[in-house]
């Protein structure tokens, strides 16, 4: 399951990336394509035979980025929630205590 999704990102980030420029930025070791001087675009199908591990690298990359940040924003939205349950109860007891004071 998750091959099948790292490839799907893998296939997704092929679609942007239509002029191979995260080819030249990240140039893992590819054949050069017979009968194409100069080593010009290619079509998708061509780019994932020549250039798989490049974007197979690539969405790992996005993958562990997208997961990192998930996890940084549960954790913020969680401490969030503690720290404003924290300030109710306190301004909750605070207006107990001078509703009572008031009564008195």
């Known amino acids: 399951m998750l091959q099948l999704l790292l490839c799907t990102v893998a296939v997704l980030i092929r679609s942007v ?3 191979e420029e995260l080819v030249e930025i990240m140039p893992f070791w ?3 394509r017979p009968g ?4 010009s675009k290619c079509s998708s199908l061509q780019a994932f035979r020549y250039h798989k591990t490049t974007y197979y690298f ?5 993958s562990l980025a997208m997961t990192g940040l ?3 924003i549960y ?3 969680k401490l969030c ?3 404003c349950a924290r300030k109710e109860v306190a301004s909750d007891a605070d207006n107990s205590s ?4 008031s009564t008195k």
């Open 70 to 72: 998930g996890v940084v």
């Open 17 to 19: 990336d239509s002029d």
């Open 58 to 62: 690539a969405s790992v990359v996005f």
């Open 98 to 101: 001078s509703s009572s004071d």
């Open 30 to 32: 590819s054949p050069v």
């Open 75 to 77: 954790y913020a939205a």
């Open 36 to 39: 194409v001087p100069g080593e």
């Open 81 to 83: 929630a503690k720290c």
